[in-house]
């Protein structure tokens, strides 16, 4: 039976800057407009945090019964490694993201009921990446999946439900939240490529292939100060964000230079180090500016 740290190490605490980064940013862009609400910005963040939580057990439990995870290179998987039965680590996703799912609908009291058509299709989104009969992570769609869900829907909707509105410097910052999270998702599929290519999981990274991967990270880490710049035109203080532009370089300094295996998870913890880094100075420029 898995202990209490090991059910920990399952719900993996070190993609939580991919839940933290998109509420700062989009809290910041609702202060920015003068229209942040400290305790709706509270509500997002627990939303965010229980949905990835749900997500990462989610995936532990469908790819665990699938064999997936019977051969893996990083984080603990719970049912790939025996130490929890399917069916407890399937009801703590449950719970997780049943958990986001009451915050979100004191969200959509609050602000609009179409927000619960996001929120539903947040939770499917959740479940179906590796579940279901045919998931979408097992068809290259995971990157796309990631950028939507903790990219524009989380940024978007965190500054929507606390300024009722969204602008192009939300949208802005979203994509750069976006392409962050999808350089740790893109990260984590590189180092996967050998076991996900024998286990048939068609991650985009095994379709691009060991080289393209690599320069898709690089891509994927210029887009958020590529941002910076344009959100110089709501406030000059947004230059800020180059502060995270050291991190961003050594988060690519494995993939860059051809890491394998265990040698691509500093590249993983660098990764959402930069994306968490941007994000609260970003976040503190567009609300002070």
């Known amino acids: 039976m898995a202990s209490a740290a090991q059910w920990l190490e399952g ?16 809290t910041g862009a609702a202060a920015s407009l003068d229209a942040a609400v400290w305790w709706k910005a509270l509500l997002s963040l627990l939303v965010s945090l229980a949905l990835i939580v749900g997500v990462n057990y989610a995936n532990d439990y469908s790819d665990g019964i699938r064999g997936t995870d019977d051969d893996r290179v990083g984080p603990l998987r719970l049912v790939g490694s025996g130490l929890a039965s399917p069916a407890a680590v399937r009801n703590a996703a449950i719970v997780s ?14 602000t609009a009921w179409w927000l619960l058509l996001v929120g539903a299709a947040c939770l499917a989104g959740a479940w179906f990446y590796t579940g279901g009969r045919n998931p979408y992570g097992y ?4 990157e796309i999946a990631v950028f939507v869900f903790f990219g524009l829907i989380a940024v978007l909707g965190t500054e929507f439900v606390q300024a009722e509105r969204v602008d192009w410097a939300g949208l802005v910052g979203a994509v750069a939240v976006g392409s962050f999270s999808s350089a740790v998702l893109v990260t984590n599929n590189l180092r996967d490529i050998p076991t ?13 292939g060991d080289t393209r991967t690599r320069t898709l990270h690089l891509a994927l880490m210029i887009v958020p100060f590529l941002a910076t710049i344009g ?12 502060v995270a532009l050291p991190l961003a370089v050594r988060a690519n300094a ?36």
């Open 11 to 26: 719900a993996r605490p070190r993609t939580l800057p991919n839940a933290i980064a998109p509420v700062l940013v989009g």
């Open 97 to 110: 993201l049943g958990i986001g799912a009451v915050f979100g609908l004191v969200l959509v009291l609050v």
């Open 139 to 142: 068809s290259g769609f995971g």
């Open 196 to 208: 996900d290519t024998v286990s048939g999981k068609t991650t985009l990274a095994v379709k691009l």
């Open 231 to 242: 959100l110089v035109a709501r406030t000059p203080w947004a230059l800020v964000g180059l």
């Open 254 to 289: 494995p993939v860059r230079g051809g890491a394998q295996g265990p040698g691509l998870i500093p590249s993983l913890k660098d990764t959402g180090l930069a994306m968490l880094a941007w994000s609260l100075v970003t976040a503190l420029a567009l609300g002070l500016g």
